[in-house]
Each structure stands twice: as structure tokens, then as C-alpha cells.
């Protein structure tokens, strides 16, 4: 007999969540239990099956994983009761900025027997920074992006402004996610698996023209070790081309893995 499919829910149907519904459609381990949109009416070309009209109404699709790819607002307005019926994966990882939600969400999954896993996303060279991750002294992560991919909607930041190379953030990564929450889950993850938010420094650099996101993370030990990842990769929106590749592995070694919490 053939192992029952692992039902994965959706929240958001954007870019990310119709490549991901088709690959869950054509998986053989993988199946959808729903899709949920803040607009009902993107969902109108799905099978009724598979539309979620009430988020409150997820438990009685029985997901054993759901999957947030929309906006961190759904971790800090659903994530606890989420996680009282099934595993939850929050794409928006910048949510995890607010320490007690995030300590609310692991409360939650440790007394209902579900787990919170945080996608590596961007963040290449995970296993190596959470292996020593009690060793790290001092880490930075950098990010240089065309303005034109930055979403500096509730940065205070004026983008007209910026005429050349500009540094328009440089300090803790908890202050960046407040900022640029759409731009910077890549840096939360960061901090979460090394140093923590307010250690972790962050430095966005908006640069006309660039047509690429570059990613560099310097990690310095305290015995005086250094590890120093550094990516470039063509952009798509605020995301890197190869995000739905990434968060595609991140939720199909969530759905099989047995830790908690995981940074997957």
C-alpha cells in the first residue's frame, strides 16, 4: 500500500504560491489541502475543492503543513491558532523579528505537537553558520539591489531620492525587518541562525542599474575564524529568481522532517 500524501495549505496565490500549487498538483509525495487568498477572486480559476474562503476554517482541511507565501501579517494574526492543527512554514520570515511572537508560535507548536520551520531562502551556507553558531562573534549580512526592487512602502525612506550607490539601511537586522519586510527574510534568517536580531548587522545598498541582488554574509568567530558567503543572482520583483526553487525545497523538507524548530 502507498504512503498517504502530505497535505500542504497555501496562504497567498501570487508568484510564488501558483508555482507552488502546480508543483504540489504533480508530486508524488505532496498534495494540496487548500489555497486561501486575501482576494477570493484570484482563486475563481481553481477547483471549489481546493479555495479556502475563511482562514479560520483551515483545521477542517486537515493540512499537515501550511505554508504562509503571503504577507507577515498572517503569522502575526494566524500563526498561533494555525499551529494548535498542523505544521507551519511563514515564507515571511521577517514576522520572526518580534520576539514574542516568535516565542508564542514555538509555545504553541511544542504543546500542540506541530513544529515551526524557518525556510533558509536565500541564505546559502546555512549548515555552516548554524554549526557554529555559539562561536560567532561578530556576523553582517549586505544586500545590494536596483531601487527598482527594493519595496521601500513602509521604510520612511524616500526613493526619489536616490541618485547613485546609497546605503539606505546599515545597523540590526531587527530594525531592517520593521522596515523592509518584504526584502529582508533572507537577513532575519540570517540573525535567527547565528547571532541573534539585534547582533546581526544588516546593510541595504539601493543601486541604480545594478541589474542583479548580490548577498554577502561575513561571520568572524571569536577565535578568530572567518567565514565569508557572498551570492549574486538575477531578480524578480523583490526576490531572487531562484526563490521558487528555494522555498519549494524548504517546504518539501519540512513536510518530511522530524525536528523542531528547523531551519529547512
Not at 560567532?136 to 526619489?160: C, L, M, Y
Not at 561575513?218 to 543572482?233: I, P, Y
Request: aromatic letters at 6%.
Amino acid at each position: 500500500m502507498s504512503a498517504r500524501k502530505k497535505r500542504v495549505g497555501l496562504i497567498g496565490y501570487g508568484f510564488i504560491g501558483r508555482q507552488v500549487l502546480q508543483r504540489l498538483l504533480h508530486d508524488d509525495a505532496l498534495e494540496p489541502a487548500f489555497v486561501f487568498n486575501r482576494s477570493a477572486a484570484a482563486l475563481a480559476e481553481l477547483p471549489p475543492a481546493l479555495r479556502l474562503a475563511d482562514l479560520s476554517h483551515a483545521p477542517s482541511r486537515e493540512a499537515d503543513l501550511i505554508v504562509e507565501m503571503a504577507h507577515p501579517d498572517y503569522t502575526r494574526q494566524a500563526g498561533v491558532r494555525l499551529l494548535q492543527h498542523a505544521d507551519y512554514l511563514p515564507l515571511s520570515v521577517t514576522a520572526l523579528a518580534d520576539d514574542a511572537l516568535r516565542q508564542a508560535l514555538l509555545a504553541t507548536a511544542r504543546s500542540h505537537g506541530t513544529r515551526l520551520f524557518i525556510p533558509h531562502g536565500a541564505l546559502m551556507g546555512v549548515d555552516s553558520l548554524l554549526e557554529r553558531r555559539d562561536q560567532w562573534q561578530e556576523v553582517r549580512i549586505t544586500f545590494v539591489k536596483n531601487p527598482a526592487h527594493i519595496d521601500f512602502s513602509e521604510s520612511g525612506f524616500d526613493a526619489n531620492a536616490i541618485s547613485g550607490e546609497t546605503v539606505v539601511y546599515d545597523g540590526p537586522v531587527r530594525g531592517i525587518a520593521a522596515k523592509y519586510p518584504r526584502n529582508v527574510n533572507t537577513m532575519v534568517t540570517c540573525a535567527l541562525a547565528t547571532i541573534g536580531l539585534d547582533a546581526c548587522q544588516a546593510r541595504l545598498i539601493a543601486l541604480p542599474g545594478h541589474d542583479r541582488g548580490s548577498i554577502l554574509v561575513e561571520a568572524t568567530g571569536r577565535d578568530g575564524s572567518r567565514l565569508v558567503l557572498q551570492k549574486e543572482q538575477p531578480m524578480a520583483g523583490v526576490s531572487g529568481t531562484e526563490m521558487v526553487d528555494s522555498q519549494w525545497a524548504s517546504i518539501r523538507r519540512a513536510a518530511g522532517a522530524t525536528d523542531h524548530p528547523e531551519f529547512v
